[in-house]
């Protein structure tokens, strides 16, 4: 829990969570349908998403605090990868694009109500890491 300060307090060295923030933020910018793709992701990209931010997780080992307030934030960036890991897998698993405007799948650009109209529920598995993909049907509720 206190892992950031002691390196901070034994070493001095690391990587600040501002630091690593940053780099995640221009990953999923990059790769996973962020703001300089135009908010379009594909395949290819997203797997290069997945890769990049596997390689942050393996980088939180060094993450330094020093002081409480940053704690705090080495606590929170390591929450926001594990959310970046979880969105990944889950914009890999749905095949389609449903809302063009908002995010354009390029490997499915269409809307695909046959197959996709339906929810899909992802979460991180806390016992195991895995993540969890259910698929849920859709109800109208209101016509």
Sequence with gaps: MRAPQQRWA?????VSPREM???L???MDEYAGGIKTFYEISKARL???GKEVEKLKG???FLIARDLHELNLAHEVIDRIDVAHVLIKHLLHRRETRWPGF???QDYPERDDEEWLKFVN???NPETGDVEIVERPYSQVVS
Excluded: H, P
């Design 10 to 14: 034994e070493s001095g060295d690391g």
């Design 21 to 23: 923030e940053e780099k």
């Design 25 to 27: 933020q221009s990953v």
């Design 47 to 49: 797997k290069i998403a």
């Design 59 to 61: 980088q939180t080992q």
């Design 103 to 105: 995010t354009t799948n």
């Design 122 to 124: 992802t979460r991180l």
